[in-house]
């Protein structure tokens, strides 16, 4: 389903990256802060603000895989949030992070670009408390030091294309407005509620078929633009 579980994020403890080069708790991020991104078509490195959080419990105790790195590093989500691993090729491929396996190599995130170099050593299940889910345009998050997705329970593309309709707003609203560090509330974006409602209002099929049709579309147009370039 779509928007069946809200509680598909990130910990409090997990690291983002500002374009000052500092490093953020992401529980101490804000709408606003400008954090690093990655394009997950041609794995550039940018930057852009967080235009707002799908889902913020501060005090919520959640369960966390944990994939540790050869390197030393972790990566913590929650178990059916999307990050991108390289399996039989160079490619991103986005997964559920309940299916990242030991042998996966995550991509790493360096000045310019990410490549597939973090390789994963072991995975198990954590709890922690504080869980956080902060929303950027091109739907990615660079978080400690690897590239992630800002979704959950699908494909990274087709999440994306659902969510399109209110980033169009959360960008328009901020060019209008101009940029704004705010505190984001506890609970789940009314957006999703509006979604979930929808959805259940036409029906899974028809839902179905119109998110296959924009994850297409968005996928499309994204290795349009990488071709261009």
């Known amino acids: 389903m779509l928007f069946e579980d809200p509680c598909e994020c990130f910990s409090g403890e997990s690291l983002v990256t500002l374009a000052t080069g500092k490093t953020l708790p992401m529980r101490l991020l804000r709408v606003g802060d400008v954090v690093q991104v990655v394009d997950p078509v041609t794995l550039r490195v940018a930057y852009e603000p967080v235009l707002f ?5 501060r005090i919520a105790l959640g369960e966390f895989v944990r994939a540790r790195m050869g390197d030393g590093r972790e990566l913590l989500t929650t178990p059916h949030h999307v990050v991108f691993v390289s399996r039989d090729s160079l490619a991103a491929q986005d997964v559920q992070m ?9 991509f790493s995130v360096g000045e310019h670009e990410a490549t597939p170099s973090a390789r994963v050593v072991a995975v198990d299940v954590v709890r922690r408390v504080g869980i956080f889910c902060p929303q950027t ?13 800002c979704y959950a329970l699908r494909a990274h593309y087709a999440k994306h294309a659902a969510m399109m309709p209110m980033l169009l707003v959360a960008r328009a609203v901020r060019r ?12 789940l974006h009314p957006y999703l509620h509006v979604a979930a409602a929808a959805r259940r209002f036409v029906g899974k099929s028809a839902a179905d078929g119109a998110l296959a049709v924009g994850a297409a579309v968005v996928r499309a147009a994204a290795g349009s633009v990488a071709a261009g370039a």
């Open 137 to 149: 345009a091109t739907g990615t998050i660079v978080v400690d030091g690897v590239l992630a997705s």
């Open 176 to 187: 209008v407005l101009g940029p704004a560090r705010d505190l984001p509330e506890d609970g």
């Open 98 to 106: 309940r299916d990242v396996r030991v042998g996966d190599a995550l």
């Open 53 to 57: 959080f799908q889902h913020v419990e």
